[in-house]
């Protein structure tokens, strides 16, 4: 890959050419056939879908649509109709575990996820769990980072709901074993949830072949608008859930003594969507597809370890998470410096890193830290970017 020609794509970085953006675990920066078609959208298609028949709405429902066959096809979902367009992840975690889970779940029950979870994969469950009086089991990990496999194999049991695992933690960058996961589950006839908000970029993704029943990420992690998110769920599975959000295109009939609603994916995607952002994530896939994951990955995996091994020559860094099943993100602390303090220097050097607890608060709790330093890589990211990070690094010792 030509790297130098590929960031050339992303405005971002023309204007803002001393950028070293190494925040891509919350969000990745846009290339500009992303930010032309949301454009485009407004300027020529601009309507409602699913509701006119006039030539613009008819435009704009049919770029909608493409979408959703776009992203069945990116994950290889069986059917469109497994496609549910939410604003976020963290929407789609809430969406099964309002319509799904809650309607399931009863005092001798237990739902497992793991240590390294997410907020956003975490409280849902947990509130799910407190609500039916449920208990919530945790997944415990290593100090390198790594899932306790022997403990899901003894907790999983008749009374299991459903297990909820992160692909890839957006703390430690630890790879999970989803397929493990998801095989030793089914054998107790246990439905999971994937988080691939993390992995959706570098990861060759296919629902069939994984055999996940719900799976979810969001588009900004993918090059792609904010505010728009896939929740894929098997067919079966979303057909017997009841919708918790009502209003507008998830109906099919309204009286005032009963609704009956929309069939799928409708029925989960009341009200007016984000279109433009929707549209535009066709835009999004097609870059990802255009570079390849695999060259994605491969890349991105190159500069971690390069990074791994230019970070552990600083006196008195450590990096927490040190998984061999790892990808694209270091977190570290420097001793005796708060991961604040980093932080405000390096973007006094325009270097774009996050500090702090990362949505992950029981992660920092195990370890004993109040946070971590996090760099995280994407495609547009170079040797020279780590260099100016440890650059700045030494000059956060020098200072301190």
Same mark, same amino acid.
């Given at each position: 890959?030509?790297i130098?020609?590929?960031? %050339?794509?992303?405005?971002?970085?023309?204007?803002?050419?001393?950028?070293?953006?190494?925040?891509?675990?919350?969000?990745?920066?846009?290339?500009?056939?992303?930010?032309?078609a949301?454009r485009?959208?407004?300027?020529?298609?601009?309507?409602?879908?699913?509701?006119?028949?006039y /030539?613009?709405?008819?435009?704009a429902?049919?770029?909608?649509? %493409?979408?959703?066959? %776009?992203?069945?096809?990116?994950?290889?979902?069986k059917?469109?109709k497994? &496609?549910?367009?939410t604003?976020g992840?963290?929407?789609? !975690?809430?969406?099964?575990?309002?319509?799904?889970?809650?309607e399931?779940?009863?005092?001798d029950?237990?739902?497992?996820?793991?240590?390294?979870?997410?907020?956003?994969?975490?409280?849902?469950w947990?509130?799910?769990?407190?609500?039916?009086?449920? #208990?919530?089991? +945790?997944?415990?990990?290593?100090?390198?980072? +790594? $899932?306790?496999?022997?403990?899901l194999?003894?907790?999983?049991?008749?009374n299991?709901?459903? *297990?909820?695992?992160?692909?890839?933690?957006?703390?430690? =960058?630890?790879?999970?074993?989803?397929?493990?996961?998801?095989?030793?589950a089914?054998?107790?006839?246990?439905?999971?949830?994937?988080?691939?908000?993390?992995?959706?970029t570098?990861?060759?993704?296919d629902?069939?072949?994984?055999?996940?029943?719900?799976?979810?990420?969001? /588009?900004?992690?993918?090059?792609?608008?904010?505010? !728009?998110? !896939?929740?894929?769920?098997?067919?079966?599975?979303?057909?017997?859930? #009841?919708?918790?959000?009502?209003?507008?295109?998830?109906?099919?009939?309204?009286?005032?003594?009963? #609704?009956?609603?929309?069939?799928?994916?409708?029925?989960?995607?009341? /009200?007016?969507?984000? &279109?433009?952002?929707?549209?535009?994530?066709?835009?999004?896939?097609?870059?990802?597809?255009?570079?390849?994951?695999?060259? &994605?990955?491969?890349?991105?995996?190159?500069?971690?370890?390069? @990074?791994?091994?230019?970070? $552990?020559?600083?006196?008195?860094?450590?990096?927490? /998470?040190?998984a061999? @099943? %790892?990808?694209?993100?270091?977190?570290? &602390?420097?001793? =005796?410096?708060?991961?604040?303090?980093?932080? #405000?220097?390096?973007?006094?050097?325009?270097?774009?890193?996050?500090?702090?607890?990362?949505c992950?608060?029981?992660?920092?709790?195990?370890?004993d830290?109040?946070?971590t *330093?996090?760099?995280?890589?994407?495609?547009?990211?170079?040797?020279?970017?780590?260099?100016?990070l440890?650059? =700045?690094?030494?000059?956060?010792?020098?200072?301190?």
């Amino acid at each position: 890959m030509d790297i130098r020609q590929i960031k %050339k794509e992303f405005p971002i970085f023309e204007h803002h050419p001393d950028l070293v953006y190494l925040d891509n675990a919350s969000t990745t920066q846009k290339p500009r056939s992303v930010i032309e078609a949301e454009r485009f959208f407004y300027e020529n298609q601009n309507a409602n879908v699913h509701r006119g028949i006039y /030539g613009l709405a008819a435009a704009a429902t049919q770029a909608y649509e %493409k979408t959703r066959e %776009k992203v069945r096809s990116f994950i290889n979902a069986k059917t469109a109709k497994e &496609i549910i367009f939410t604003s976020g992840t963290t929407a789609a !975690v809430n969406l099964v575990a309002q319509c799904y889970a809650l309607e399931r779940v009863g005092e001798d029950d237990n739902i497992i996820i793991s240590a390294m979870e997410h907020h956003s994969n975490l409280i849902p469950w947990q509130q799910v769990c407190l609500k039916r009086g449920a #208990t919530l089991r +945790v997944i415990p990990f290593d100090t390198e980072g +790594v $899932l306790d496999m022997h403990f899901l194999k003894e907790k999983l049991d008749k009374n299991t709901r459903l *297990v909820a695992v992160t692909h890839i933690s957006n703390t430690l =960058g630890t790879i999970n074993p989803i397929e493990e996961i998801i095989a030793l589950a089914h054998k107790k006839g246990v439905p999971v949830f994937i988080d691939a908000a993390q992995s959706i970029t570098t990861q060759m993704i296919d629902v069939q072949a994984l055999d996940a029943d719900f799976l979810a990420f969001s /588009g900004h992690k993918l090059f792609g608008p904010t505010g !728009v998110s !896939v929740l894929y769920g098997k067919e079966a599975l979303l057909n017997s859930m #009841t919708p918790y959000q009502y209003g507008g295109e998830m109906i099919r009939d309204v009286t005032f003594e009963k #609704t009956t609603f929309a069939g799928l994916p409708q029925k989960f995607e009341a /009200g007016t969507p984000n &279109i433009a952002g929707v549209i535009a994530l066709t835009a999004a896939i097609d870059f990802v597809e255009s570079v390849g994951r695999h060259n &994605i990955a491969h890349h991105v995996t190159q500069l971690m370890q390069e @990074a791994t091994e230019q970070l $552990l020559g600083i006196n008195g860094l450590e990096i927490i /998470g040190t998984a061999k @099943a %790892k990808t694209g993100i270091i977190s570290f &602390i420097l001793r =005796g410096v708060h991961p604040h303090d980093v932080a #405000t220097i390096l973007a006094e050097n325009d270097i774009a890193i996050r500090a702090g607890h990362h949505c992950t608060q029981p992660i920092m709790d195990f370890y004993d830290i109040p946070g971590t *330093v996090r760099a995280s890589f994407s495609v547009y990211n170079t040797a020279e970017d780590i260099e100016k990070l440890v650059a =700045g690094l030494l000059s956060v010792k020098r200072f301190f």
